[in-house]
């Protein structure tokens, strides 16, 4: 009987790959490796700037609304949280695993001067939007000029 043939499939290589290096890794630090799921993600946003306010949106499918966390801390807009795996299924009964699970971040620069207290969060359909008012742009301020020089 002949061989049977199959399509290459790089992501499969590359997958197989990792999966050895973390069980090596694994082996080496005195653990074994929990699963051959990637522990990070990271989902994909947009940044849109619009007249008076900056929106940030990013998809987050299967991911709960109260595993996300939206922080600001020293100019810095945090999008923080974790999808997990909902159904324990055993290593070997897996046949393809595309999506990612485990924590992820995205942070993002604000502009100096926003208040974050005016920042507001709205989660739907696994589509997370961060709207964020602009600051007023500031005004020049005029400075008395003294004749007498002081």
């Given at each position: 009987m002949p061989p049977e043939i199959v399509r290459w499939d790089p992501f499969r290589d590359v997958m197989s790959l990792r999966s050895d290096i973390d069980r090596?890794?694994?082996?080496l630090a005195g653990n074994a490796p929990r699963s051959s799921l990637p522990a990070r993600w990271a989902p994909s946003a947009d940044v849109i700037e619009r007249e008076d306010e900056i929106v940030v949106t990013a998809e987050l499918p299967g991911v709960a609304d109260k595993d996300v966390e939206?922080?600001?801390d020293e100019g810095v807009l945090r999008i923080s949280g974790a999808r997990e795996l909902t159904e324990e299924v055993d290593d070997e009964r897996f046949h393809r695993i595309e999506r990612s699970y485990g924590g992820f971040e995205r942070t993002f620069p604000l502009p100096a001067g926003v208040d974050p207290d005016s920042i507001r969060a709205g989660i739907?359909?696994?589509v997370l939007k961060v709207t964020i008012p602009?600051?007023?742009?500031p005004t020049p301020r005029r400075i008395a000029v003294n004749p007498a020089g002081d």
């Open positions: 090596l890794m694994g082996t939206v922080t600001v739907a359909y696994g602009k600051p007023a742009a």
